[in-house]
């Protein structure tokens, strides 16, 4: 009879703790070039000192939604017991790393800080990922594809809000999108189940608080 979960080994525990204090002490460190072309970011001289504050903001706010992805996906990969699955959520999670570092660079450019919250981000979608690992690999693939389902919808409606001028911060969101759109497809193509309707809107709703706060700590 197989365990509800895999054992929680000292390796395991280990890699959950170091992905903590990696994403939330450390700057993160991409493994791919920033998608933003050479000659963006000196388009910034066109942005104002308000525009320069929102659109801070709104990359302090996709910031935040790369803590709590690598800290789903860390809960995530940790109860899950399919190593495909395992695999699929490590390379999502490598490529959030690379968001991450993206978002930070860009948000000091812009003179913009990262949220206070952070901690208290991590935290609360770890505690989700190992919830929805344990409801069993189809239901942690489903989670995981409507998460990313709602963050590119996130990311569009970023893309309408950026400043026309801040063509670096737009093409990192670009980029961000195009990665998330992938992470979902593969997670579907790997049997993902479908969320009840009253699940997903209860994510969203989730999701709206995170950002309205996000925006300002």
């Known amino acids: 009879m197989k365990p509800a979960f895999p054992p929680l080994t000292l ?24 998608p933003v072309p ?40 940790l109860v899950s017991r399919a190593p495909a699955n395992v695999e699929a959520l490590k390379q999502a999670s490598r490529e959030e790393v690379d968001h991450l570092a993206w978002c930070e660079q860009r948000i000091q450019a812009l003179g913009g800080r990262k949220s206070l919250l952070n901690p208290l981000w ?30 590119s919808a996130h990311l569009e409606g970023h893309l309408q809000q950026l400043p026309e001028q801040d063509l670096a911060s737009r093409a990192i969101v670009a980029q961000m999108k ?7 497809q593969t997670a579907e193509q790997l049997g993902a189940a479908t969320l009840p309707p009253p699940l997903k ?17």
Not at 132 to 144: I, P, Q, V
């Open 38 to 77: 050479a000659d963006a970011a000196s388009n910034d001289h066109a942005l104002n000192d308000q525009q320069r504050q929102h659109a801070a903001a709104l990359m302090r706010v996709n910031h935040v939604g790369e803590v709590c992805a690598q800290a789903l996906y860390s809960g995530q990969a």
């Open 122 to 151: 991590y935290g609360a979608s770890f505690g989700l990922g190992v919830a929805a690992g344990l409801l069993g690999d189809r239901w942690n693939l489903a989670f995981l594809a409507e998460t990313e389902h709602q963050v």
């Open 178 to 184: 195009q990665d998330e759109e992938q992470h979902a």
């Open 201 to 217: 809107w209860a994510m969203r709703q989730a999701s709206a608080v995170m950002t309205r706060t996000a925006y300002y700590v």
């Open 11 to 34: 390796d395991k525990i280990i890699h959950v703790v170091d992905m903590g204090l990696r994403t939330l002490c450390s700057e993160a460190v991409a493994s791919r070039p920033c």
